[in-house]
C-alpha cells in the first residue's frame, strides 16, 4: 500500500484553470475506477470533491472535473477563485478492501 | 442532518492503549460502512480501517494487529481500539462515512481528535 504519487505544490491566478495529477499503479488507480478527491482547508476535515473518477457529490462545483487515464487520475480546478486555495488529496481503491491516499498537493491561489 | 463526532483522543505514553469513538447522528452506522482515517501533524492522508455493514472489517497492511475497528449499534456509535501505541501513530484521526458499494470514498467527515504518543 505505498501512497499515490502527487505534486507537493500548484498554483494558478484568479480564472485560470489548474491540474493535479495522482500517479498509482497497476494495483489500484489503474485498476478500478474508484478515485476520489478532497479538499482541506488549514484545520478542517476533508471534504469529498469529487468521487468515483469524475462524479459529483451535491453540492460541489461543477469547476472541479476529474479524469483517468492509465494510472493517473487527475483533477482539474477551472476559474480559480481564492477560496480554491487549500490542500487535495486523491484517494483509490487498492483491492481486497484496502484504501490509499496520495500525499497531498498545496494550491496556492496567486 | 448527518454528523460525525469523535473522542477519546490524549496524550498517552508510548506502549499504552487508546480507545477512540465516533458517535453518529442522521444517520445508522451499522446499515453503512465506516471508516477510520488519520493525518499526522502536518502530513498527508492515511487511511486506516474500514467496517463493512455486514461487519467485516479490514486494515491498513502496517496496522494489522494493533488497531481494531467496531461499533456499538445501540449507541449508533464507532470505535478505534488502539494498542501498542506508537510515537508514530501520533495523529488527527478522522471517523468517515464511506460509499456503500465499495467503500472508496467519504462523503461524510468527523471534526477529528488529536492522539499524541509521547513519554
Known amino acids: 500500500q505505498s501512497a499515490l504519487t502527487q505534486p507537493a505544490s500548484v498554483s494558478g491566478s484568479p480564472g485560470q484553470s489548474i491540474t493535479i495529477s495522482c500517479t498509482g499503479t497497476?494495483?489500484?488507480?489503474?485498476?478500478?475506477?474508484?478515485v476520489s478527491w478532497y479538499q482541506q482547508h488549514p484545520g478542517k476535515a476533508p471534504k469529498l470533491m469529487i468521487y468515483e473518477v469524475s462524479k459529483w457529490p451535491s453540492g460541489v462545483s461543477n469547476r472541479f472535473s476529474g479524469s483517468k487515464s492509465g494510472n493517473t487520475a487527475s483533477l482539474t480546478i477551472s476559474g480559480l477563485q481564492a477560496e480554491d486555495e487549500a490542500d487535495y488529496y486523491c484517494c483509490s481503491y487498492a483491492g481486497s478492501s484496502t484504501l490509499v491516499f496520495g500525499g497531498g498537493t498545496k494550491l496556492t491561489v496567486l | 442532518e448527518v454528523q460525525l463526532v469523535e473522542s477519546g483522543g490524549g496524550l498517552i505514553q508510548p506502549g499504552g492503549s487508546l480507545r477512540l469513538s465516533c458517535a453518529a447522528s442522521g444517520f445508522t452506522v451499522s446499515s453503512n460502512y465506516m471508516s477510520w482515517v488519520r493525518q499526522a501533524p502536518g502530513k498527508g492522508l492515511e487511511w486506516v480501517s474500514i467496517i463493512y455493514s455486514g461487519g467485516s472489517t479490514y486494515y491498513a497492511d502496517s496496522l494489522k494487529g494493533r488497531f481494531t475497528i467496531s461499533r456499538d449499534n445501540s449507541k449508533n456509535t464507532l470505535y478505534l481500539q488502539m494498542n501498542s501505541l506508537r510515537a508514530e501513530d501520533t495523529a488527527v484521526y478522522y471517523c468517515a462515512r464511506a460509499d456503500p458499494t465499495w467503500g472508496s470514498y467519504f462523503d461524510y467527515w468527523g471534526q477529528g481528535t488529536l492522539v499524541t504518543v509521547s513519554s
Open positions: 497497476s494495483s489500484d488507480v489503474g485498476s478500478y475506477n474508484l
